[in-house]
């Protein structure tokens, strides 16, 4: 047998194994009748042969999702060094269709694998965007609240990640987060401008009546600073703000 090749045998018939393209051409040639058995013979050598985050994916594209499953989980402690990256997380994640799948692909890297290869909170939204329901809450209970704070530390960051979950999402976040420490997550106009709009509604009022009317002055210093907000409100935050601000909607 060839160096780095791994042998496999069904129904009689052998054949070897050294790269994903080939393992994605040998389950292509049956037809996935033998896929689990294809796997559990390799599996000892999967994360060798699977190589990076491209071999990943032309793999699981073929596969049934229980195999899919099968195969994660024989990579195992090794998943992370494949994938690579939070952008090809993301991509691997995007590809997916069932979430059966995702979850074991989420567990399977677990907290340490997910903190290493999520490096800002870009990739965190992009990785957020394509897990749904389920996999969105144990993403944030895998990445921990202490994670969370220090990866989120301006309004626009936060917003960011907020518009990628749906509302039940949006609050855990918010809860894990802690909501008394989104004031201190505002550095200018533009930062409470997206927080607002990515807040559930019924939190963006509040959110402005835990700011003392200095610190939203501070935020919003002028009539510039007053335009760039504008455009953002709700017609409710607008009259509050007016009734705050030392500015005029109609400053020059």
Sequence with gaps: MDAGAFAITIDGDSAQ?????????ALDVLQGNHDRAVLEQLRPHLSSIIA?????HATLAVLAPEDKTFLIEAIGTDLRGVIGSGSRLRDILASLGETEVEEALLRTLGADGLRTLIAS???????????YDQCDEL?????????????????????LVLRSLD?????KLIEMIGFERVP??????????????????????????????????????????WAELEPFLEADERDYLLSVLEVTPDAE
């Design 17 to 25: 194994v050294r790269t994903a393209a080939e393992l994605v051409v």
């Design 52 to 56: 990076d985050a491209r071999g990943l």
């Design 121 to 131: 909170p870009t990739e965190l939204a992009e990785v957020l965007e394509w897990v």
């Design 139 to 159: 993403a944030l209970d895998l990445l921990g609240a202490d994670w969370l704070q220090r990866m989120l530390r301006t309004g626009q960051e936060m917003a």
């Design 167 to 171: 509302r039940p999402r949006q609050h």
């Design 184 to 225: 201190a997550l505002l550095m200018n106009e533009l930062d409470l401008a997206h927080m607002l709009r990515a807040l559930p509604s019924e939190l963006s009022c509040p959110l402005l009546e835990q700011l003392p009317p200095e610190r939203l002055r501070e935020l919003v210093r002028d009539a510039r600073d």
